[in-house]
């Protein structure tokens, strides 16, 4: 499985983007998708997962302002991101997941392919 993140850029504080995860080469409707972020300096992180069922999880730093989503037609996953701050500044990766799980896949180690990346600076 190949993933292609984008969507990333430059945003003011209080602003919004949102951010696209597009898949090829499997049957995107058969695994569950994540999203990472990795700041200057400081590990990755765990933002959001969707289930293949659609079941969401957010970090509780996100919560209430980020939403994950998936379109399985188009083998794409989307991260809304609104209320930006700061601290949201970071590269945003997206992983795919197979198979299901007992608690939040929140670990690097627990997804099987990994997107390149998208940039996103939010000023202040």
């Known amino acids: 499985v190949q993933l292609q993140a984008s969507g990333g850029g430059l945003v003011q504080t209080g602003g919004s983007l949102r951010l696209s995860c597009a898949a090829s080469g499997g049957t995107f409707s058969m695994y569950g998708m994540g999203w990472f972020r990795q700041a200057p300096g400081k590990e990755r992180e765990f933002v959001a997962f969707i289930s293949i069922g659609g079941t969401t999880y957010h970090a509780d730093s996100v919560k209430g302002r980020f939403t994950i989503s998936r379109d399985n037609a188009n083998s794409t996953v989307y991260l809304q991101m609104s209320s930006l701050k700061p601290e949201d500044t970071a590269v945003y990766y997206c992983?795919?997941?197979?198979?299901?799980?007992?608690?939040?896949?929140?670990?690097?180690?627990?997804?099987?392919?990994w997107g390149q990346g998208t940039l996103v600076t939010v000023s202040s």
């Open positions: 992983a795919a997941k197979r198979g299901g799980f007992r608690f939040v896949p929140a670990k690097l180690r627990e997804y099987d392919y």
